[in-house]
């Protein structure tokens, strides 16, 4: 009894600590880069922002599915990881160099069907973090199966400000919406480069059929559980973008920024450290039932005031940040603050 109780007293304190880590790490890359993002709306305005908009949101539907969600397996998986890093890292790296060509190819028309062709470079240039990610879907597992979150900060901190310091410079010397898909981009690379440095375990590449099989049938729910999420979140995204043009989903992203953010800050961190916790769990029901629970009393109690807050004063707020060339995004933020709190 007693050896049980303290195998559950070390993983309710790894868990404290990483969870502490992860709130850390979100409230340094919101609160540290908020005068920024200020800063580039005001100076880069509406219609500019929106071509970047446009870019963010093929990147975010690329993502989803890049490499299959099978990286979370080496966060639920009951052996030794490190008989699968190989085939993960393998099959990553291959989908995302699949997604980012596809991407390269259908870049002019999907940029044209949102009403912004001169975004197609932007495209192209910020679907590259794609390819990035490729190489840290086994990194990123390892650390939070090790409730090593405390490495994963750092590796954010430094490429999130090494990529906002570009995006300023280049912003400031006219680059546009380009200015924000470079930064983007670079600053990925950063991370990935501290990630794999950090990683417990080598990047390693192989391939094994039936380790593949098992993986896939265990990733492949998660992918489509992961393209349902993007669906219920961003296809609004594509509507706007489709039918009313860049400009008005600028607008339209700056109001759901807005109205995330209690998600951001309060359910983020928990959804990065939740998998390991409940992975640990998951042969003693009850634990995991209490967890779960808890957990969901706790993030209703944190988020849901401020998501009424922010739809209640949606104008006010706008108005005061961002200038009043930007209060249109007011209308629709008020609309989606509740969103992020369901999710």
Same mark, same amino acid.
């Given at each position: 009894?007693?050896?049980?109780?303290?195998?559950?007293?070390?993983? %309710?304190?790894?868990?404290?600590?990483?969870?502490?880590?992860?709130?850390?790490?979100?409230?340094?890359?919101?609160?540290?880069?908020?005068?920024?993002?200020?800063?580039?709306?005001?100076? *880069?305005?509406?219609?500019?922002?929106?071509?970047?908009?446009?870019?963010?949101? $093929?990147?975010?539907?690329?993502?989803?599915?890049?490499?299959?969600?099978?990286?979370?397996?080496?966060?639920?998986?009951?052996?030794?990881?490190?008989? =699968?890093?190989?085939?993960?890292?393998?099959?990553?790296? %291959?989908?995302? =160099?699949?997604?980012? @060509?596809?991407?390269?190819?259908?870049?002019?028309?999907?940029?044209?069907?949102?009403?912004?062709?001169?975004?197609?470079?932007?495209?192209?240039?910020?679907? /590259?973090?794609?390819?990035?990610?490729?190489?840290?879907?086994?990194?990123?597992?390892?650390?939070?199966?090790?409730?090593?979150?405390?490495?994963?900060?750092?590796?954010?901190?430094?490429?999130?400000?090494?990529?906002?310091?570009?995006?300023?410079? /280049? $912003?400031?010397?006219?680059?546009?919406?380009?200015?924000?898909? =470079?930064?983007?981009?670079?600053?990925?690379?950063?991370?990935? =480069? &501290?990630?794999?440095?950090?990683?417990?375990?080598?990047?390693?590449?192989?391939?094994?059929?039936?380790?593949?099989? $098992?993986? /896939?049938?265990?990733?492949?729910?998660?992918?489509?559980?992961?393209?349902?999420?993007?669906? @219920?979140?961003?296809?609004?995204?594509?509507?706007?973008?489709?039918?009313?043009?860049?400009?008005?989903?600028?607008?339209?992203? *700056?109001?759901?920024?807005?109205?995330?953010?209690?998600?951001?800050?309060?359910?983020?961190?928990?959804?990065?450290? %939740?998998?390991?916790?409940?992975?640990?769990?998951?042969?003693?029901?009850?634990?995991?039932?209490? %967890?779960?629970?808890?957990?969901?009393?706790?993030?209703?109690?944190?988020?849901?005031?401020?998501?009424?807050?922010?739809?209640?004063?949606?104008?006010?707020?706008?108005? &005061?940040?961002?200038?009043?060339?930007?209060?249109?995004?007011?209308?629709?933020?008020?609309?989606?603050?509740?969103?992020?709190?369901?999710?």
């Amino acid at each position: 009894m007693k050896r049980g109780k303290h195998r559950n007293n070390t993983l %309710a304190a790894k868990a404290s600590r990483a969870l502490g880590w992860n709130f850390v790490n979100t409230a340094l890359s919101r609160l540290g880069t908020l005068g920024i993002s200020i800063m580039l709306a005001r100076l *880069l305005g509406p219609h500019v922002f929106g071509a970047y908009a446009v870019a963010l949101v $093929a990147l975010y539907a690329m993502q989803t599915f890049n490499e299959l969600g099978m990286s979370l397996a080496i966060v639920r998986w009951e052996a030794d990881p490190r008989d =699968i890093i190989p085939t993960i890292t393998t099959v990553s790296v %291959a989908v995302s =160099i699949v997604t980012y @060509v596809g991407c390269f190819w259908i870049a002019p028309a999907y940029a044209s069907a949102m009403g912004a062709s001169s975004a197609t470079g932007v495209v192209r240039v910020l679907a /590259l973090a794609i390819l990035i990610d490729g190489f840290c879907n086994t990194p990123v597992g390892l650390l939070q199966r090790r409730f090593q979150q405390g490495k994963a900060t750092i590796a954010t901190q430094v490429g999130n400000w090494t990529g906002t310091g570009l995006t300023v410079a /280049l $912003a400031l010397s006219h680059y546009g919406a380009m200015s924000l898909a =470079i930064g983007q981009v670079t600053g990925s690379l950063v991370v990935a =480069i &501290f990630l794999i440095a950090f990683a417990p375990e080598s990047l390693r590449f192989g391939f094994d059929p039936a380790k593949a099989r $098992a993986l /896939l049938r265990f990733g492949l729910p998660l992918s489509g559980s992961a393209l349902i999420t993007f669906a @219920v979140t961003s296809v609004d995204q594509i509507v706007v973008g489709h039918m009313l043009g860049p400009t008005s989903l600028a607008f339209f992203v *700056l109001a759901f920024n807005l109205a995330n953010w209690p998600y951001n800050m309060f359910l983020g961190p928990v959804r990065n450290v %939740a998998p390991a916790v409940f992975s640990r769990l998951q042969h003693d029901q009850p634990a995991m039932r209490s %967890a779960f629970l808890s957990a969901a009393r706790i993030l209703t109690a944190v988020s849901l005031p401020i998501c009424l807050l922010i739809g209640g004063s949606a104008t006010a707020l706008v108005g &005061f940040v961002y200038g009043a060339r930007w209060l249109p995004a007011a209308g629709s933020g008020s609309r989606r603050a509740a969103v992020p709190c369901v999710r």
